[in-house]
């Protein structure tokens, strides 16, 4: 088995190409997170804008089923006083 020994110029060369590609890899690695930050402060916004968006939607979920129940209630006031309205035109005239 041969043992390979690194000469100094060795070194030299493995760590210039080392800290080059750290320096052509390393603007690039920070782009790539400022864009992250970007993206998860966006995604943080629109986070909150849909609960917000929820709570109103059952704001208003909440108003159409009492709108709903009162309609009710009033159109079956209406139909009685249609019967009442019948009965006494029918005494009028019979």
């Known amino acids: 088995m041969t043992e390979v020994i690194m000469t100094p110029i060795d070194w ?3 760590g210039a190409l080392l800290s080059t590609t750290l320096a052509l890899i ?3 690695m920070m782009k790539v997170h400022a ?17 917000t968006l929820d709570t109103k939607l ?3 979920l909440e ?7 009162t ?18 035109e029918r005494q009028i005239s019979g």
């Open 35 to 51: 864009k992250l930050a970007v993206a998860f402060t966006k995604l943080e916004s629109i986070e909150g804008h849909l609960t």
């Open 71 to 88: 309609e009710a209630l009033w159109e079956n006031r209406l139909q009685a006083l249609e019967a009442r309205l019948d009965e006494c």
């Open 58 to 60: 059952d704001q208003i």
């Open 63 to 69: 108003a159409e089923s009492h709108h709903t129940v």
């Open 26 to 28: 390393l603007p690039w």
């Open 12 to 14: 030299g060369v493995l």
